[in-house]
Structures are given as structure tokens and as C-alpha cells.
């Protein structure tokens, strides 16, 4: 059902805009979906680059802005030597960086996972239903079990997270887009 009142003129001829972002959100959700292995590849080099320029970016900051007296500076340095080092691994071993990216996401897995179980263990007198909260926390552990054994699984399952939450939001914007349009149309008839 549509608001009684009027929407600006201004979204209703611009109803186009959200379309094509829409559009494009689809798209890129598609791809994503077609081409998993490629989307890792990827999220993996632009961590690197993001890595290396880090690195360089806290060296120069350490060199130019910090006071040598301070004794800070040489934090920075080993902060930007490490964020090199990554970036540099990354580009040349980007098989090894995936493996590890997901390693932690196991590792953060199993550990949440504990945590729910022992949160719920010491709620369970005030709190009825704990067994939810140490299913969920079972459910983070074989999670992180399965992701230390097969690492690659991680990787892909947020690329096709991104995917499908891409391609959902693409079809809210085309909605809107749509609604807006609509929107023009009873507006420009009614004047």
C-alpha cells in the first residue's frame, strides 16, 4: 500500500538510479556465485595490496612524523615491515595467505564456541533454555573443526554470503526503484 502523502519529485524522476544499482548488485552477486575460486583469488590479492600499502604508509609515518626521542617510531617500523612482508608473501604465495585467512576464521569459530558453552553453563539457573546456547556453541566448534580440515570451505562460504546478500539487496533496490516510479507516475497523473 502506498503513503498518502507525496513523495519528492526529486527520488520519483531519479527512480532509475536505485535500478541500475540494483542491477549491478545482482550482477556482481551473479558472478560471485559463477566464479567462487576467481572471487577468493581476489579478496585475497586486495588483502594484500591492502597489506602492503599499510605497510609503507606506517613506515613513511614513522620516518616523517614520529619523534625519535619517543621511541614509538620504531613500533611503526616493525608494524610497516610486517604489513610489507605480508603484502609481498601474499602476492607471491596467495595460496598460503587464503589457507591462513581461514585458519583464523576456524580458530575464531572454535573459540566462540567455547565461550557460548561456558556462558550457558554458568547462566543455566538463571536463565531458562540454556541448551540453545550450548547447541549454538556445539554448532561453532564442528564449524571450526570442519574449517581447520577443510580451509577453502571457509573462503568460499563468504564469497557466497556476499553473493546472495548481493543479489538480495540488488532486488530491494530494484523494488524500490520500481516503487519510486510508480510514485511519479500517480504523482504526475494527480497534478
Known amino acids: 500500500m502506498l503513503s498518502t502523502a507525496p513523495v519528492p519529485s526529486s527520488l520519483t524522476s531519479h527512480w532509475w538510479m536505485p535500478l541500475l544499482r540494483g ?6 552477486g551473479a558472478v560471485l556465485f559463477a566464479f567462487p575460486i576467481s572471487a577468493v583469488a581476489a579478496l585475497v590479492i586486495l588483502f594484500g595490496a591492502f597489506a602492503l600499502v599499510d605497510g609503507i604508509l606506517a613506515i613513511v609515518q614513522a620516518l616523517r612524523f614520529a619523534h625519535p626521542n619517543s621511541g614509538r617510531w620504531w613500533w611503526l617500523l616493525a608494524q610497516g615491515a610486517a604489513g610489507i612482508l605480508i603484502g609481498v608473501v601474499t602476492f607471491f604465495y596467495p ?35 540454556e541448551i540453545f546456547l550450548i547447541v549454538a556453541g556445539l554448532l561453532s566448534i564442528v564449524l571450526g573443526a570442519l574449517l581447520f580440515l577443510f580451509p577453502l570451505a571457509a573462503l568460499l562460504t563468504v564469497v557466497w554470503l556476499l553473493a546472495a546478500y548481493s543479489i538480495i539487496a540488488g532486488a530491494a533496490l530494484i523494488a524500490l526503484a520500481l516503487r519510486l516510479r510508480m510514485c511519479g507516475r500517480i504523482t504526475a497523473a494527480g497534478a
Do not use: M, Q, S, Y
Not at 591462513?100 to 539457573?125: D, K, M, N, Q, Y
Open 95 to 129: 595460496g598460503i595467505t587464503a589457507g591462513t585467512l581461514a585458519l583464523l576464521i576456524a580458530a575464531w569459530a572454535v573459540i566462540t564456541g567455547g565461550f557460548e558453552i561456558a556462558t550457558a553453563i554458568r547462566l543455566r539457573r538463571d536463565v531458562p533454555g
Open 23 to 28: 542491477l549491478l548488485a545482482i550482477v556482481f
